[in-house]
């Protein structure tokens, strides 16, 4: 149907699996200047190790290795990483409360010196990368419209935003509930809270990044969500 299709990748980390494949269609291209292009879209997909191993088999010399190709079934990083944040979790609330029994202040002025010794320690050890890129000239609207124009994404803002809240709302309201009912302290409460901090760590450092390679991405997130609106709904009762 003499219909031209151009493929590129959009690179947005220093993996694989950080990039976007996309394409753009065009039957107006025999004119002068560029091609009238008529559709595009992105490919959404996960290769597995054949990838990397149909790259080596094609271009031996690019030396690409399983690593280099951020997977996940070898580099449980990101999963790592969601653990870190369980670690703020657990161990922040029980600061927190503990620093409440010293002062009111005492739990924001922690947190404030905390805040600096993160900014401390990635001013003194994170070094400049070799390759920058431009700075986007682009106003932050232009780049939501860009960001919501592509498939997908729309779809994924949303459920981050739904959840975030209601995960904000969980953490604001059962202080209360647990002070109402059962009535908990804020001491107390901090370490309620660095109890569900620590389930927090061992689901992402150790149950959701094996499950990753079985399950996959997207049934992983429809079962978490599933199950994170059990849990409030039990907590509700």
């Not at 290769?47 to 996940?72: C, K």
Request: overall charge neutral.
């Amino acid at each position: 149907n003499r219909e031209l299709t151009l493929f590129w990748i959009a690179v947005l980390g220093d993996s694989w699996n950080h990039c976007l494949l996309r394409y753009r269609k065009s039957t107006d291209y025999d004119g002068d200047g560029p091609p009238k292009w008529h559709w595009q879209d992105d490919l959404i997909l996960t290769p597995g190790v054949e990838f990397v191993e149909a790259l080596q088999a094609g271009r031996p010399q690019l030396s690409i290795s399983q690593a280099d190709y951020g997977g996940h079934t070898t580099d449980p990083a990101e999963a790592l990483i969601g653990a870190a944040f369980g670690i703020g979790f657990t161990l922040g609330p029980v600061v927190g409360g503990v620093g409440h029994a010293i002062h009111v202040a005492a739990p924001g002025l922690f947190a404030a010196g905390f805040s600096l010794i993160a900014f401390l320690f990635a001013w003194k050890n994170l070094p400049e990368p070799e390759r920058r890129r431009p700075a986007a000239r682009n106003g932050w609207f232009q780049g939501l419209s860009q960001a919501l124009g592509t498939p997908s994404i729309p779809t994924l803002l949303l459920l981050a935003i739904l959840a975030t809240a209601a995960f904000a709302m969980f953490e604001s309201t059962l202080s209360l509930l647990t002070l109402r009912r059962l009535g908990l302290d804020t001491a107390q409460n901090g370490w309620l809270f660095g109890y569900v901090g620590l389930w927090l760590i061992l689901a992402q450092g150790l149950l959701v990044r094996r499950l990753i390679p079985r399950v996959g991405e997207v049934r992983l997130l429809q079962v978490g969500l599933l199950l994170l609106g059990a849990g409030l709904a039990l907590v509700a009762q």
